[in-house]
């Protein structure tokens, strides 16, 4: 199994971290986890292409989750794509991409998408799952997690393994008993980490203080504070960090971590590649 991270930011626009995104070689499958801003071209300048996606899985239906799937789709289709894809999501997915479709069906049908690649290769396959269901591919399963992203229900990880290796990825969550239980014993835990400066820690500041709007999204994220004792309990042999502010402070985000979790912790980038 190898991940790459292929976009490691949030919502805000940065020059180096494109949206959520991570791609995962498993078994004999190509597999997305999250659609943000900039996949195809990091899928590129990672070694792949949108053609050769088998299986999208979607954490939730927020936008920087979601931005770029009629691009992965109608790109995959431009450049002949060869197999159909599948889309694996919460709640809504089904009704997202079928109003995505609707959307850019006059670019698709100015470009005679179906010409190209055919109308069964055309058709999208969408799965709604929910917390305990299970994808198998050939040798390997994902596993879904409900996770805790304050107000957005449902919100998913997801739980990939193949071959007694373990790959946990969290999507958008606050630390939460489901995420900590399923991630036990994992050889990787990516985990969110949009709160990666003291300005921005709910224990470091007086929430009182912070507007509403502003104090709702902290409260449905994860600080370092919080991360670290979610790898500690559930032993985790690495762990991974994404959906990263532009300029997350490095040293305070590991010496916070490193108070609780004492294993490997890596803050990750755009591309970063790891062997799982």
């Known amino acids: 199994m190898e991940l790459t991270l292929l976009g ?24 997305l986890v999250d659609c943000g801003s900039g996949v195809c071209r990091r899928l590129l300048e990672g070694g792949t292409s949108a053609k050769d996606i088998d299986i999208l899985f979607v954490t939730h239906m927020h936008s920087d989750h979601t931005i770029d799937l009629a691009h992965l789709l109608i790109e995959g289709w431009r450049m002949y794509r060869t197999k159909p894809i599948k889309i ?6 089904k009704n997202f991409v079928e109003r995505l479709i609707h959307a850019f069906e006059v670019d698709i049908n100015l470009r005679h998408l179906e010409e190209r690649v055919g109308s069964e290769l055309m058709k999208i396959e969408v799965v709604e799952v ?33 071959d007694n290796k373990k790959l946990v990825i969290s999507g958008d969550t606050t630390p939460c008993r489901a995420l900590i239980d399923a991630s036990k014993g994992s050889d990787l835990l990516v985990h969110e980490l949009s709160q990666a400066r003291p300005d921005g820690d709910p224990h ?50 590991r010496e916070t971590i490193g108070a609780t979790y004492k294993r490997e912790v890596v803050i990750g980038h755009d591309l970063l590649r790891v062997k799982v």
């Open 8 to 31: 490691t930011g949030t919502p805000n626009p940065s020059s180096v971290r494109a949206g959520p995104s991570q791609h995962i070689k498993i078994g004999d499958a190509s597999v």
């Open 88 to 93: 694996i999501g919460p709640a809504e997915t």
């Open 130 to 162: 929910g917390h305990g269901d299970t994808y198998e591919g050939d040798g390997w399963k994902a596993t879904v997690i409900e996770v805790e992203h304050g107000y957005v229900k449902p919100a998913l990880g997801f739980v990939f393994e193949e």
């Open 204 to 253: 470091l500041i007086d929430m009182e203080k912070v507007p509403a709007l502003r104090r709702r999204i902290m409260e449905s994220h994860t600080c370092p504070h919080g991360v670290g004792p979610v790898a500690e309990e559930a032993d985790v042999a690495k762990l991974i960090l994404s959906h990263l502010p532009i300029d997350p402070d490095e040293d305070w985000v």
